[in-house]
Nanobody
Framework: QVHIVESGGGLVQPGGSLRLSCAAS????????MNWYRQAPGKERELVAV????????KHMESVKGRFTISRDNAKNTMFLQMNGLKFEDTGVYSC???????WGRGTQVTVST
């Protein structure tokens, strides 16, 4: 049975940092491209970052470049999103996704507020 569980979200002040984790099980995690998405209140879900199956290639959306870093540890079937310099507009539910298999986690809430 496939499980994808995100963690690491929380409340943080502008300029702060968080590290999100995505723990996967029940499928061959190391063989798949993985994504981080986010959905802000009242907005559509948007793709934040993508990482190749071996972690050698990454892509980040323009608004997070230089602040967020996607990575993975295939030995631990886990993907990460390091978020630095957080802004109010980064608030939302962050979810991880295996696009090839359409697997989704339930997400973790990130709130950037004073």
């Amino acid at each position: 049975q496939v499980h994808i569980v995100e963690s690491g979200g929380g409340l943080v002040q502008p300029g702060g940092s968080l590290r999100l984790s995505c723990a996967a099980s029940g499928f061959s995690f190391s063989g798949y491209v993985m994504n981080w998405y986010r959905q802000a209140p009242g907005k559509e879900r948007e793709l934040v970052a993508v990482i190749s199956s071996d972690g050698s290639v990454t892509k980040h959306m323009e608004s997070v470049k230089g602040r967020f870093t996607i990575s993975r540890d295939n030995a631990k079937n886990t993907m990460f999103l390091q978020m630095n310099g957080l802004k109010f507009e980064d608030t939302g539910v962050y979810s991880c996704n295996c696009p090839a298999r359409e697997f989704w986690g339930r997400g973790t809430q990130v709130t950037v507020s004073t």
